[in-house]
């Protein structure tokens, strides 16, 4: 459920009137609403309320301050995968004892930063991490407090750039190797063992998955505390998928992943940390574009957007569907008729939907590309030098611009001619 509804005709963000928005802020942008990303973090919250646990929110997904500051003043955790992601969590407020440290590579000046700027805890992926981790801490004077990312050898059944939970996957160690890696950290001065991380994949769309990771979660958990090791935390990961197409079947809800959780690791005493990204943030943005032409083709017609792949990658990269519904809506008896969908970018790809059925647009009308909210932002790039988007938030019947379109002088100016030349 989200926030973004029409009201007379007009498509609105909470109270405000996405049209106008575009007025004033210019097209393409992001638009987030507060109220969709509160209600989507605390159904988190609220599934997991039977016992002690932290909802870190996977930044990765959507990343502005703005979006981390609501969650975090909300009371989210962080899970971040980089130094930059750790900084722009610190710089939104977000304390060091609410962020976690995952990411399959992560190098010495990194763990540094964390080390030095305080951490909840650092998911460790492989055992030559797991040393330069120590050897980091122990010069520091610190304990590093970790977990280990197990890789369960699961089948999410998910897009294959997205699934991480099976053995050709380069993530977190393979669950059979388990015990031998946990001896060898309890060994290493810088480190203190405080319990096991799991992170299948993305958008998953069924429970099962889940459930049979954190089966084998449950059980690594038994097998370490008789070898010895204190295991207090479970890190379970994110990927908790949502509904891109309405006539899709809804996935699951946060409650029944919670009662999940609870039912297969809840009788452990442990404290549960869960890292969604996209189901907090996917359907609290969308993307508005303006047609700058539709152009007849051959038997067939082409929208052709201000907003393009550069903007937003899913279509390109994951052949991810996203709905496009019209700012201001159609007639209830209009006729649909099939679209191509593109943007201007020099490549086939720049294409977001072909033989799409919408109600009859011409130049110059709004369309809004529906759960934009995560991996759109984060993922855009200046390629056909193309400013990055603009990014909007609301809340209520206001609105602020929270990354203000550059000018293409401040783009341009970031290339520095040698002297000799
Ligand atoms: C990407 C990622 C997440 C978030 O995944 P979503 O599908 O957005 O919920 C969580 N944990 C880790 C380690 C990740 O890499």
Same mark, same amino acid.
């Given at each position: 459920?989200?926030?973004?509804?029409?009201?007379?005709?007009?498509?609105?963000?909470?109270?405000?009137?996405?049209?106008?928005?575009?007025?004033?802020?210019?097209?393409?942008?992001?638009?987030?609403?507060?109220?969709?990303?509160?209600?989507?973090?605390?159904?988190?919250?609220?599934?997991?309320?039977?016992?002690?646990?932290?909802?870190?929110?996977?930044?990765?997904?959507?990343?502005?301050?703005?979006?981390?500051?609501?969650?975090?003043?909300?009371?989210?955790?962080?899970?971040?995968?980089?130094?930059?992601?750790?900084?722009?969590?610190?710089?939104?407020?977000?304390?060091?004892?609410?962020?976690?440290?995952?990411?399959?590579?992560?190098?010495?000046?990194?763990?540094?930063?964390?080390?030095?700027?305080?951490?909840?805890?650092?998911?460790? /992926?492989? !055992?030559? $991490?797991?040393?330069? =981790?120590?050897?980091?801490?122990?010069?520091?004077? +610190?304990?590093?407090? &970790?977990?280990?990312?197990?890789?369960?050898?699961?089948?999410?059944?998910?897009?294959?750039?997205?699934?991480?939970?099976?053995?050709?996957?380069?993530?977190?160690?393979?669950?059979?190797?388990?015990?031998?890696?946990?001896?060898?950290?309890?060994?290493?001065?810088?480190?203190?063992?405080?319990?096991?991380?799991?992170?299948?994949?993305?958008?998953?769309?069924?429970?099962?998955?889940?459930?049979?990771?954190?089966?084998?979660?449950?059980?690594?958990?038994?097998?370490?505390?008789?070898?010895?090791?204190?295991?207090?935390?479970?890190?379970?990961?994110?990927?908790?998928?949502?509904?891109?197409?309405?006539?899709?079947?809804?996935?699951?809800?946060?409650?029944?992943?919670?009662?999940?959780?609870?039912?297969?690791?809840?009788?452990?005493?442990? /404290?549960? !940390?869960? $890292?969604?990204?996209? =189901?907090?943030?996917?359907?609290?943005?969308?993307? +508005?574009?303006?047609? &700058?032409?539709?152009?007849?083709?051959?038997?067939?017609?082409?929208?052709?957007?201000?907003?393009?792949?550069?903007?937003?990658?899913?279509?390109?990269?994951?052949?991810?569907?996203?709905?496009?519904?019209?700012?201001?809506?159609?007639?209830?008896?209009?006729?649909?008729?099939?679209?191509?969908?593109?943007?201007?970018?020099?490549?086939?790809?720049?294409?977001?939907?072909?033989?799409?059925?919408?109600?009859?647009?011409?130049?110059?009308?709004?369309?809004?590309?529906?759960?934009?909210?995560?991996?759109?932002?984060?993922?855009?790039?200046?390629?056909?030098?193309?400013?990055?988007?603009?990014?909007?938030?609301?809340?209520?019947?206001?609105?602020?611009?929270?990354?203000?379109?550059?000018?293409?002088?401040?783009?341009?100016?970031?290339?520095?001619?040698? !002297?000799?030349?």
């Amino acid at each position: 459920m989200d926030h973004f509804l029409y009201r007379d005709g007009r498509l609105m963000a909470e109270d405000v009137d996405v049209a106008e928005i575009a007025a004033s802020v210019g097209t393409p942008f992001y638009l987030y609403s507060t109220a969709t990303l509160l209600r989507h973090y605390q159904l988190f919250d609220e599934a997991l309320s039977w016992g002690p646990h932290l909802v870190c929110y996977a930044m990765k997904a959507a990343s502005n301050q703005a979006i981390l500051k609501t969650l975090g003043d909300a009371g989210a955790g962080m899970d971040v995968v980089s130094g930059g992601e750790y900084a722009r969590a610190k710089a939104a407020g977000v304390p060091g004892d609410r962020i976690v440290f995952s990411g399959v590579g992560k190098t010495e000046e990194e763990i540094r930063l964390a080390l030095e700027g305080g951490i909840r805890q650092f998911n460790v /992926e492989s !055992e030559p $991490e797991m040393r330069v =981790l120590s050897q980091v801490a122990e010069s520091l004077g +610190v304990l590093a407090p &970790i977990t280990i990312r197990v890789n369960p050898d699961v089948d999410a059944k998910t897009h294959a750039k997205i699934a991480t939970g099976k053995s050709e996957n380069k993530f977190g160690i393979p669950i059979a190797k388990a015990r031998a890696v946990y001896a060898e950290a309890a060994r290493l001065r810088g480190l203190k063992v405080i319990g096991i991380d799991v992170h299948i994949g993305s958008q998953l769309t069924q429970l099962e998955p889940f459930e049979l990771a954190y089966q084998k979660v449950a059980e690594l958990t038994e097998q370490l505390r008789a070898d010895g090791h204190e295991i207090s935390r479970l890190d379970l990961g994110g990927g908790l998928g949502i509904p891109y197409a309405r006539s899709n079947e809804a996935p699951p809800l946060p409650t029944d992943y919670g009662a999940l959780v609870q039912r297969t690791v809840g009788h452990l005493g442990c /404290e549960i !940390e869960i $890292e969604p990204g996209r =189901l907090i943030a996917g359907n609290a943005g969308i993307l +508005v574009s303006r047609v &700058i032409y539709v152009k007849e083709g051959e038997g067939r017609k082409f929208l052709i957007l201000d907003g393009a792949m550069n903007d937003l990658i899913r279509p390109a990269m994951y052949d991810a569907h996203h709905e496009i519904v019209p700012v201001v809506e159609a007639a209830a008896a209009a006729e649909l008729s099939p679209y191509d969908i593109v943007g201007p970018v020099c490549e086939s790809g720049d294409t977001f939907a072909k033989g799409r059925l919408m109600p009859p647009l011409s130049d110059g009308d709004l369309v809004a590309f529906r759960s934009a909210g995560a991996y759109g932002a984060v993922m855009a790039s200046e390629y056909n030098t193309r400013p990055l988007v603009p990014e909007v938030m609301v809340n209520g019947d206001q609105f602020a611009v929270i990354r203000q379109r550059p000018t293409f002088d401040e783009i341009i100016n970031r290339d520095t001619i040698p !002297e000799w030349l």
